[in-house]
């Protein structure tokens, strides 16, 4: 037994690149798992952490409208119905000087102590006093506080709905106790500052309350409430705001699982590589009397140390990377969906375990095929590398009918339209494997096609090259598929956001008609602050404005949930705002201003399963109204998507007034900076700051937003082919080590030791070609599913698929530079190697 | 006298402001209760004239105000009841705030409300707080009426007597209607009453200690007719303890001949009696006279110890001097303590003629300074 172990430590010690590789191979794929996993968990913790803080024991909510519910209704619980347990709430959002959005949220201190809420520390002693008041104090988090080094009695520069402020915090949320990350990005103001600050005079955002199971009693509070006013339970709101990311955390996760994959292949490469350098070895060993099953033990637990070594330093790896996701992450979350201040990284401990356990069993599962290899063949049979291949070399048409098998299942899966997400990225994975499994029979073909070229040309240093690599299809096979695979989902991924991005430019070109735009700087995703009160009339007169359109965004309680509506008044309707799916959109569009009736946009077709002529319920100022669906049309803008309505049918419903955007339209002739700052001069006079902007401008910014978001995606597409090429680099290091008597007798028998380093470049080239040309369909197939599948049921929009030729390029260059860079090294120590030393070693 | 100095005190550390247990000792107490900003308030120097029926509403220039009535009450059925209501308000700042939020206030305001069952031999009390903006709670003069969530006290709709009070939680209901049969009474010099020798230390203080109570008590689901006599405490003023003192215990009692009897003890650290200490005797026809701390001796018959800890006295017997009177005291239950964010021990009481033994009236007892410290809800 010790001398196996001695022997196989030995045999690491002579080769120390190796070991390092093993470790590194485990440890990036740990590393890529772990990393996702706990950046995505962190988010989802972040989310019920905010959420909790905020909610803390409430049972129930009630909310108004746009406009919010008047305070009144909750005097009247109070004071009239005797509702004890119940407390108002006004939230809003605030820009501090480094540019991160904090959370205001206005409390009443009395109340809360009846709820006994998470605010209740900080309802307490003389700051709690100076909250109640002193205008403009606020508590902040102490997270929040320490980052942004502001300290109790400091002030605090705030924006908030454009406007600046001066805040004076009396102290932390926490008081002197431990920060608490829950409470991160969280500004505590008693309710009256709250609404001084939010410009909210009057009304409440929300009513919290503690309600025991009685629906009697909620039938009794509803009966109370104005028409537009709801009772709803704190879970099903919770759960409501949690299910607009499921879809993008679902996606998270896939890209997970994807690490998983290549980390896998990649721990196998390395795994497999280390055993079979010392097939040599081991043989001998069998010939002294090891049994077999000290081998396979010995080996096992080998690949175990190391796979816990590695994990180990995947693990550390992982972390470090999951704060830079995690940071992506939430921004990306902040740009789509809601804000979420908690930022604090979370590193859940099951998950880290989850990563480690992965690195050793993959390290074992892998080891475990060469293990067993080494240790059942006779041991002067596993001397000769021909034994291995000519099975090898047998089983690759079972493994190509495996692929094609896996890829027709795969395609079933894409296309069963009534099949969720979780199927469709099923069917992704399966397709990737099947062409993995492909790939050695299309190395094969490739390498007989390529030798037929040699001939004809008579290089017969590629003819050698090639030669080579398809004698030893069992390795390079598994290195080209991993490599293709990589390369594929790069080149799927690319094309998927470039045709995502044409999609998205030529939308705003349609939907961006009148050429400047007026709003009021918006602070969080999903909220809309209001104009001031007849300015679109005053920027109407401005000459050389033709007309003016108005758009009012809100969100609303819909039969469907809560919804996000837009009220419409273009002034123009011979040009559709929008592109339709079904009807004729100049036809549609005509009827607008006088239909009874709504559009709604696809990514809310699809969730909501809505069919042009379907009917669903809104909840109005004047009640619930049952309105059908005139028309669905593509939509790009948020993909919980959006009902769009006529301005006069909102006016007929809402009592409401306010506008949240106004567009100008140009006469012909005039110029756009002149009016622009005409504009300018109009809005100066306003109180509250307003954002101007050109159709030219909103565009471009849409356009970052699109990138930000896909920052994520760029950045995992570009680790995956990290891993791949860290893979490919241990491969064809096990390769050429393989060949390296072949070489030596090669070189023997007069290969100049520039030839010989030329046919090793030849070689790892020729695979990374292989790689670089079969990755080109399957990534033409990704994007296909992700474009046409993925997209559509994850967020409900669907693009045309834009193909072009430079990543196409791109990629194969990628796989082929990856090759050559991955063989460089072999290359220069064959070149180095005498032939003499290397003979010797029969 | 009654409990509201005290708990006006505390009511920046603890009422409001639910702190934890630890910074609830002794040493708080103490700290807070010589607190010296008076925040801009009015203080008490000298004598006023009464206003009445506007002095029944409130008094935003003083930092403290309370409403107080306290009653023994009486079932269909022999039952027997004690009750007490009260309503503080207490200013954290002086002056209206010039702000545009409805909720901008500068009181707060607490109400206390608690029910002896003497047949079912059970206490319970219940605390709440709240600020006075958008109408939550608060104080007016015209018509009276003083209230927090739906706890309320007001006057009849034509503006006077008799007036109206209700208070319900946790299935426990007190509708009552409030009339009295004496005019108000005002303690200590001309209503000033001093509470230490220090200039301003003292407050405006009436009562009206015979009132006639009527209504409807809900009592584990049943309705039950009650009717018996109250007692009203009025106070205002932005005062405190001194250093030197440690509590008071204070008493008002109706006797069956038609005189009323109201006396505080200002209790010092070391043991010894506040100069300060005095009460007032009214006849049966509403006239009154003061009484001087020595002419009420006042000894302790046994003690209670609480189960949150703390030891009370427990039984009096009271010599009235100047009548010539002696009279114990007994409480109809031994556990009667306000706990919550104050604690203090304020009972329905019998009196009895020390000589014969028979009952000779009822009252209310309150106790503070022996029990030290917040206790979280244990009286319910």
């Known amino acids: ?842 | 006298m009654n409990i509201k100095i005290y708990l006006s005190s505390i009511f920046l550390t603890w009422a409001l402001l639910a702190c934890n247990q630890q910074k609830a000792t002794d040493e708080g107490v103490a700290a807070t209760l010589r607190e010296p900003d008076f925040a801009g308030f009015e203080r008490a120097y000298a004598p006023r004239t009464f206003d009445f029926p506007a002095d029944h509403g409130p008094h935003p220039d003083f930092r403290d105000e309370w409403w107080y009535v306290t009653g023994n009450l009486d079932g269909p059925n022999g039952q027997r009841f004690g009750f007490q209501i009260t309503f503080f308000r207490h200013g954290l700042k002086r002056g209206k705030p010039n702000r545009a939020s409805q909720w901008a206030g500068q009181d707060a305001n607490m109400a206390h409300f608690a029910l002896t069952d003497v047949e079912g031999k059970q206490y319970t009390s219940f605390q709440r707080i709240s600020r006075s903006g958008v109408g939550l709670a608060g104080a007016q003069t015209e018509p009276f009426k003083v209230w927090l969530d739906d706890w309320r006290m007001e006057a009849s709709p034509g503006g006077g007597f008799p007036w109206h009070f209700k208070a319900s939680q946790a299935g426990i209901e007190l509708d009552l209607k409030l009339d009295p049969r004496k005019p108000p009474v005002l303690n200590g010099n001309q209503g000033l009453s001093q509470k230490s020798a220090e200039p301003g230390n003292a407050s405006y203080y009436y009562s009206i200690t015979r009132m006639d109570a009527k209504g409807m008590l809900k009592l584990s689901g049943k309705d039950i007719p009650v009717h018996g006599l109250a007692w009203l405490d009025r106070e205002w003023s932005t005062s405190m303890l001194a250093d030197y003192q440690a509590g008071w215990d204070w008493f008002s009692l109706q006797l069956d001949d038609g005189t009323d009897l109201m006396f505080f003890r200002l209790r010092h650290k070391d043991g010894s009696d506040d100069p300060t200490s005095s009460g007032v005797l009214i006849a049966q026809d509403g006239q009154s006279s003061r009484l001087a701390r020595e002419e009420v001796l006042i000894e302790a018959l046994g003690s209670w110890e609480s189960p949150a800890g703390g030891v009370y006295p427990s039984g009096w017997r009271l010599t009235i001097k100047p009548t010539n009177r002696v009279i114990t005291i007994h409480p109809v239950l031994a556990d009667q303590e306000f706990r919550h964010d104050a604690r203090y021990w304020e009972g329905a009481v019998d009196v009895l003629d020390a000589v014969s033994g028979k009952p000779t009236g009822r009252g209310y007892v309150e106790l503070t300074g022996y029990a030290p410290g917040k206790v979280e809800r244990s009286g319910q």
């Open chain 1, 1 to 842: 037994m010790a001398i196996l172990a001695r022997a196989n430590r030995r045999h690491f010690l002579r080769h120390p690149l190796q070991l390092l590789l093993a470790i590194i191979g485990v440890a990036l794929g740990v590393a890529m798992v772990v990393s996702i996993d706990l950046a995505a968990e962190s988010t989802h913790r972040a989310f019920s952490l905010s959420m909790e803080a905020l909610t803390g024991r409430y049972t129930h909510h009630i909310t108004g409208g746009p406009s919010g519910l008047p305070e009144s209704l909750f005097t009247r619980l109070r004071v009239e119905e005797g509702l004890r347990e119940t407390a108002p709430a006004i939230e809003g959002y605030v820009t501090v000087n480094d540019g991160s959005t904090l959370r205001l949220a206005g409390f009443d201190p009395f109340s809360e102590r009846n709820l006994r809420s998470r605010f209740v520390k900080a309802a307490r002693g003389d700051d709690a006093v100076r909250l109640l008041t002193e205008p403009d104090t606020v508590m902040l988090s102490a997270v929040t506080g320490q980052r942004l080094g502001i300290r109790p009695n400091d002030p605090m520069a705030i924006t908030v709905n454009g406007q600046p402020h001066q805040l004076k915090v009396v102290g932390y949320v926490e008081g002197d106790e431990a920060p608490d990350p829950a409470l991160e990005g969280l500004v505590l103001a008693d309710i009256a500052t709250a609404q001084e600050l939010l410009g909210r005079i009057g009304v409440l955002d929300r009513i919290d309350l503690i309600l025991g199971n009685s629906p009697a009693q909620e039938r009794q509070i509803r009966s109370l409430l104005p028409p537009g006013i709801e009772l709803e339970s704190v879970a099903g709101r919770n759960s409501a705001t949690q299910n607009m990311t499921a879809a993008f955390e679902l996606n998270l996760r896939a890209m997970s699982l994807l690490a998983l994959l290549v980390g896998t292949f990649l721990i196998y490469n390395t795994m497999a590589f280390s055993v079979l350098q010392r097939r040599e070895l081991l043989a001998t060993l069998r010939i002294i009397g090891a049994t077999r099953g000290q081998l396979l033990r010995e080996i096992l637990i080998e690949a175990a140390l190391l796979g816990l070594f590695g994990g180990v330093l995947g693990l550390a790896f992982g972390v470090l990377a999951a704060k830079g996701l995690l940071h992506m992450v939430t921004r990306t979350i902040n740009d789509l969906y809601f804000v979420l201040t908690v930022t604090e990284f979370m590193p859940d401990p099951l998950i880290l375990l989850r990563g480690l356990a992965l690195g050793v069993a993959a390290a074992v599962i892998a080891a475990l095929g060469p293990a067993l290899e080494a240790a059942w063949a006779s041991p002067l049979a596993s001397k000769a590398r021909s034994g291995v291949e000519n099975r090898a070399r047998r089983g690759v048409p079972w493994l190509a009918v495996g692929g094609i098998l896996s890829m027709l299942i795969a395609i079933s899966l894409l296309q069963t339209e009534s099949a969720g997400l979780v199927p469709a990225i099923a069917g992704v994975f399966l397709l990737l494997l099947g062409y993995g499994l492909l790939t050695p029979l299309m190395l094969l073909g490739f390498a007989w096609s390529t030798l037929v070229l040699a001939r004809l040309s008579n290089t017969w240093l590629l003819r050698l090259a090639v030669r080579g690599v398809a004698a030893s299809v069992s390795r390079a096979g598994l290195a080209i598929a991993a490599l293709t695979i990589a390369v594929a989902v790069s080149v799927g991924v690319g094309t998927m956001i470039e045709s995502f991005r044409g999609t998205i430019a030529e939308w705003l070109d349609q939907i961006l008609q009148a050429d400047i735009y007026i709003a009021a700087p918006s602070t969080a995703a999903r909220y809309s602050p209001p104009l001031p009160n007849g300015l679109p009339e005053q920027l109407g007169r401005i000459d050389g404005v033709d007309k003016t359109g108005t758009g009012r965004r809100i969100i609303i309680s819909t039969s469907l949930g809560e919804s996000e509506l837009l009220a419409l008044d273009p002034p123009y309707l011979n040009q559709p705002g929008f592109r339709f799916k079904q009807a004729d959109g100049k036809v549609v569009w005509s009827t607008f201003p006088t239909m009874k009736a709504v559009f709604v946009s696809e990514p809310y077709a699809q969730r909501h399963h809505l069919k042009v002529g379907d009917s669903f319920e809104l909840v109005t100022d004047s009640g619930p109204i049952t309105l059908p669906v005139a028309g669905i049309f593509f939509d790009y803008r948020s993909d919980q998507g959006l009902i769009v309505m006529h301005r006069s049918l909102y006016d007929r419903l809402w009592k409401d007034g306010a506008n949240t955007s106004v567009g100008l339209y140009l006469k012909a002739g005039f110029d756009l900076e002149k009016i622009r700052q005409e504009v300018g001069l109009i809005l100066s006079s306003q109180q509250q700051p307003l954002v101007v902007r050109s159709n030219r401008e909103i565009r471009a910014a849409s356009l970052d937003t699109f990138e930000r978001t896909f920052a994520i995606t760029q950045v995992l597409r570009l680790l995956a082919v990290g891993v791949a090429f860290v893979g490919i680099l241990s491969a064809l290091m096990a390769f050429q080590y393989e060949r390296r008597r072949e070489l030596a007798v090669l070189r023997a028998t007069g290969l100049t030791p520039a030839q010989a380093g030329w046919l090793v470049l030849l070689q790892t080239g020729f695979m990374g070609l292989t790689a670089g040309l079969l990755s080109i369909p399957l990534g033409l197939a990704v994007a296909v599913a992700l474009v046409r599948v993925i997209n559509l049921r994850s967020f409900g929009w669907t693009m045309d698929l834009a193909v072009s030729l430079p990543p196409l390029f791109a990629a194969i260059t990628l796989a082929v530079f990856a090759a050559l860079l991955a063989g460089l090294y072999p290359a220069y120590q064959v070149m180095r190697v005498e032939p003499s030393a290397a003979l010797r070693e029969e």
